[in-house]
C-alpha cells in the first residue's frame, strides 16, 4: 500500500508540473497570443462545423487527418466554449494528458517505476518536445497515441494469458488507425521505426546474441505490426480519408529538390537552419535555451554506444531494453533523414522539427534507464551525500525547465519571433474591418496579428485582408503600433509606412496610416 501510494503520489506530482507548463504559457501571453499553427487548425475545424463534413468537398480540410478536427468539435461541444478559446487554454493545458501515457510507456522499457518518473520528468524539460504540445495542434494527442502503442506492444510482449493479450492487441490497433488519424505523416514515421527497430534487432539476434528464441519472437511480433500497420495506412490514405494522398505528392519534390542541391542543378534550395542566427537575439542565447536538448542528444549518444558495446560484449541483452535501444536507432536515422529534406525546403522547411520529438521520446527513458541502474551512494559515503547529489540533480532540473520554458514559450525579450499582439492591436485591426471593408491593411513583419485576430474571432471571413511581411503594392494602409515599433527595430527593418502618410485612426498605443494619393484615381 505504501509503495503504490508513493507511485500515485509521483504520477501525481508528474500531472501537476504539465499542468504548470501549460498555466505558463497561458500567464505569459494571456487571451492575446498570435500563433500560427493554432490559427490554421482553427480554419480546419470552423470549416468542418460548418460543411459538417470530416473532408470538406469544397477544400480547406487539414491534408493530414481527421482525427483532431473532429476531436476539437467534440470538446467544444462539451465544453461549451468557443473554438478560439478552445485553441488557446486547451491548446495549452491539455499538455499534461501526455503525462500518463508517458509514464506507462518508458515503465515498459525500463522496467522501473523511478526510471519512468525520471524519463517523464526529461521530456517536460525538453523545449523542442513541448513547444508543440502547447499549441492548439493535433501534436500532443498524437504523441500521447504514439506512446500508448509503445506501451501495448510492449506488455503484449510480457503477456502470456491470450484473453489478456487479444485486448491489447486490439487496443494496439486501435490506437495505431487514431494516431493516423491525427496525422498520417507521423503514423508513417511510427512504422518506419518499427520497421528499422525490427531490422536491428533481427541483426543483433542473428550476429551478436545467444538468446535466439526469444529474438526470434521479437522478429516476428515486430514483423506483424509492420505489416498490419502497413495495411491500416494504405486504408485511412486512399479510403477512409483522400485529402492525405497529398503526401505522396511531395516525395516527388524532395527528391527533385535534393537534386538541386547536391548538384547544384538550377536554383538551389534554402537553408531553414538559418533561423538559429535569425529568430534568438544571440546564438549564446539559443544555446542556453536549447541546452537541455543538447544534455539530451550529447548523454542518450553516450549510453546508447555504452550499451551497444555492453550487449557485444556480453552477447545478451533484455528483450525490453534491446527495443528501446532500436527504437532509439530507429528515431536517430530518421532524423539525419530529416535533415536532408529540410534542406530540399519540400515539407514546409520543418520535418526535423517533427522528427526530433520522436528521438527525445526515445532518449529520455534510455537515459533515465542508465542513471536509475547507477542511482546508489558510493559505499562508505556519508547519508547527507546522498541528500546532496538528490538536491543538486533536482536544482539542475529546475534550472533546465526554466530555461526550456523561455524557449517553448519562444520569450519576447529573447527571441525575435513573437507570437502576441496587444489589445490595442486588435481594436485597431477591428475598426478597420468597419472602415476599410474589401481592402487591405499591413499588421506587421510577421503573422502575429492577423493569426491573433483571427483566432480571438474564431476563424470567421473578414471584411479586410491583413496584409504582413513584405508590403502588397495594392496595400496602402498600415498598422503602426508601439510593439511593432519595438520589433522594427530590434530586427533592424524600416518601417514601410510613407513619412507623410495620414494618420486615420489612434487610440494611443495603435495608429493607422493611410498613404497619400498621388493620382487622381487614388483614395
Known sequence: ???????????????????????????????????IDSAAFLRSISIVQQTGELAPSAGGAYTNGYGYPALGLFLADLSAITLGQLQLVGGALLLAWIVLPAWLACREFTRSELAASLATLILLAQPDFIFPLLRGTHEKFT????????????????????????????AFYLCAYAMIAFNNLLGSSFITAVGLALLLVWAYGRFFTSSAAIDR?????????????????????????????????LWESVIDRLVQLFLQVEEASSNPYTVVSLGWISHPVYFAVSSANWLLLGGSV?????????????????????????FYAAFIVQGVFSMAVDISGAIANNLQHRTFPSFVMLAAPLTAYWVSQRWQTPRGAPAFASRGLRWALGTGMTVLMALSLLKATIEPALSNYWTFYTPSEYQAAAWSERALAGGSLWVGFNERVAVGYAL???????EVYLDTYTVDPYTRDFLLSQATLLYASRVNQPIPAPADSLVTYDNGDAQVHHKRPVTPFQK
Do not use: N
Open 1 to 35: 500500500m505504501d509503495t503504490s501510494w508513493r507511485l500515485s503520489r509521483g504520477v501525481c506530482l508528474l500531472l501537476v508540473i504539465g499542468l504548470l507548463v501549460g498555466f505558463a504559457q497561458l500567464l505569459r501571453y494571456g487571451p492575446t497570443p498570435g500563433e
Open 143 to 170: 504523441r500521447g497515441l504514439m506512446f500508448l502503442c509503445l506501451y501495448l506492444l510492449l506488455r503484449s510482449l510480457r503477456s502470456r494469458a491470450p484473453r489478456q493479450l487479444s485486448l491489447q492487441v486490439v
Open 217 to 249: 519472437r521479437l522478429v516476428a511480433r515486430l514483423g506483424y505490426v509492420v505489416a498490419a500497420m502497413l495495411v491500416v495506412a494504405f486504408i485511412f490514405t486512399f479510403y477512409a480519408y483522400p485529402p492525405a494522398q497529398h503526401q505522396i505528392l
Open 302 to 326: 553516450v549510453v546508447w554506444w555504452a550499451e551497444a558495446l555492453r550487449w557485444l560484449k556480453r552477447r545478451q541483452a533484455p528483450p525490453h531494453v534491446l527495443l528501446l535501444w532500436a
Open 456 to 462: 480571438r474571432t474564431d476563424g470567421r471571413t473578414m
